[in-house]
């Protein structure tokens, strides 16, 4: 079993939609979880960073941590043709130490549609 | 643009061979991470150095090394390449002094193609 496991999609919604991303990860000493954003031939931009069980809100996209069942969620709002692109997510044990290197899912495709 | 600048954008290279990746970071930036990307594999942390030196190591293959130079840029090394090391490495830099690479920006990549 892998460590980040993500939906592998691709996912295609129409504009405007609310789109759920959704990851689960196998090891409960993951502490920060992030969200990166790739668009094709490009490298990945961090999007949402949280820390531990709760949510995270930045515009229209909002960060979910449920530890306890050991998955994450990106919801989208409003979702914009510009938002088509690749999004990862990705977590750490810790931010500091040998432990701090980034477990990345395998990213899921959305396509939003005009 | 990140500030992050890779060199090549593109390389094709024989099984066998070697190939050297280049990567400037922002400027400021004392961490650099490399990380290769596959299909199969996803996003996966090869290696992080810090200021010249090497602090942290994940995935990277005995074939594979890295070094940070005083001026903070740094290269991968490929050697013996093989089919499957086709991939999109990529290199990443940040400012923290800590390990921890959340805040690292990307730059965009090296697609490396063995054939």
């Known amino acids: 079993q892998k460590e980040v496991e993500q939906d592998p999609g691709p996912l295609s919604v129409p504009e405007g939609a609310i789109v759920s991303l959704n990851c689960t990860y196998s090891?409960?000493?993951?502490?920060?979880f992030m969200w990166y954003r790739q668009y094709s031939r490009k490298g990945p931009e961090l999007l949402m960073y949280?820390?531990?069980?709760g949510n995270k809100e930045d515009g229209r996209f909002t960060a979910q941590v449920d530890k306890s069942s050991k998955y994450i969620s990106l919801f989208i709002r409003d979702s914009q043709p510009s938002d088509s692109a690749t999004y990862l997510c990705?977590?750490?044990?810790?931010?500091?130490?040998?432990?701090?290197?980034?477990?990345f899912g395998k990213g899921i495709t959305l396509s939003v549609r005009p | 643009d990140s500030g992050v600048t890779q060199t090549p954008k593109h390389l094709i290279t024989a099984t066998g061979q070697r190939v050297t990746l280049r990567c400037s970071p922002r400027?400021?930036?004392?961490?650099v991470y490399w990380y290769q990307q596959s299909l199969d594999q996803g996003l996966q942390f090869l290696i992080h150095?810090?200021?010249?030196?090497?602090?942290a190591k994940g995935n990277i293959l005995e074939r594979f090394s890295a070094q940070q130079f005083p001026d903070l840029h740094s290269e991968l090394n490929l050697s013996s390449l093989e089919l499957g090391d086709s991939a999109l490495y990529f290199c990443?830099?940040?400012?923290?002094?800590?390990?921890?690479?959340?805040?690292?920006?990307f730059g965009q990549g090296t697609r490396l193609t063995v054939v």
């Open positions: 990443a830099s940040s400012v923290e002094a800590q390990v921890a690479n959340t805040e690292a920006f």
């Open positions: 090891n409960s000493a993951f502490q920060y």
């Open positions: 949280t820390y531990s069980s």
């Open positions: 990705a977590m750490i044990f810790s931010r500091n130490g040998a432990n701090s290197k980034l477990t």
């Open positions: 400027s400021g930036d004392l961490s």
């Open positions: 150095y810090y200021n010249g030196e090497e602090r």
